[in-house]
């Protein structure tokens, strides 16, 4: 069965500075990789995702997340952070094509300090 | 203005009752889903339906009933079966088979004392 993990619950990023945030899969097949960010007490917002070819995918707010097939990794980056991106950040991934159930890491709470 | 709309936004319910959560879209997309959230557990999938009068179990759906009668509703109940059901409750859409971008409403929080 496919699985998310994001290994770290909390981080904290000084306002200005570069963000990574980690996220392993497990899945044996290529599989299709998800980014979403949470504001407290709010659903889901898409931040971008990955499917194929060019494994540096561009989304909104300034992310990006890179998709290393030999890591399993699709690690989330934003090169100068703002202190709106304080939020909870969720990594998904998907098996396969047509209607298929996201499974949804744990998720990494992100503080902005000034 | 499409979207999903989910109500309450909070709701509070006695140990031992049944109580029925609102999800409604306007986006005719075909699947719908609910999911769970507690906190550090991430989101967790209870039930989800890709046509009307058809719906599968997700890997929570214990002490959970749905029915997806109409495209645009799908209204999760949680029965007093379900044994902490205190959470946030998120409603989830999806257009088609080649969009995997789901969209989310903007969830219910369910207390039972």
């Known amino acids: 069965a496919q699985s998310v993990t994001q290994p770290d619950i909390h981080i904290t990023v000084s306002e200005g500075a570069s963000l990574e945030l980690r996220c392993n899969y497990s899945?044996?097949?290529?599989?299709?990789l998800f980014w979403y960010v949470q504001s407290p007490g709010q659903g889901l917002q898409l931040l971008l995702k990955y499917f194929s070819g060019d494994t540096l995918v561009q989304g909104i707010k300034g992310f990006e997340a890179e998709f290393k097939r030999s890591q399993s990794s699709f690690n989330l980056r934003k090169p100068s952070v703002h202190w709106s991106d304080a939020a909870e950040y969720f990594c998904?991934?998907?098996?396969?094509?047509?209607?298929?159930?996201?499974?949804f890491g744990k998720g990494t709470m992100l503080l902005v300090s000034p | 203005d499409g979207g999903i709309t989910q109500s309450p936004k909070y709701l509070f319910r006695k140990e031992g009752q049944n109580v029925t959560l609102s999800c409604e879209q306007n986006l005719n997309h075909d699947a719908m889903y609910w999911y769970r959230q507690d906190p550090g557990q991430g989101l967790r999938l209870i039930y989800y339906?890709?046509?009307?009068?058809?719906?599968q179990k997700g890997d929570i759906a214990e002490g959970y009933s749905v029915s997806r009668e109409k495209k645009e509703s799908f209204p999760l109940t949680v029965t007093s079966a379900q044994k902490n059901p205190t959470a946030f409750y998120l409603c989830a859409t999806q257009r088609g088979q080649d969009d995997y971008g789901y969209t989310f409403g903007s969830g219910t929080r369910l207390t039972v004392v």
């Open positions: 899945y044996g097949a290529t599989p299709y």
């Open positions: 339906s890709q046509i009307v009068n058809d719906f």
């Open positions: 998904a991934v998907v098996s396969s094509s047509g209607y298929s159930t996201l499974t």
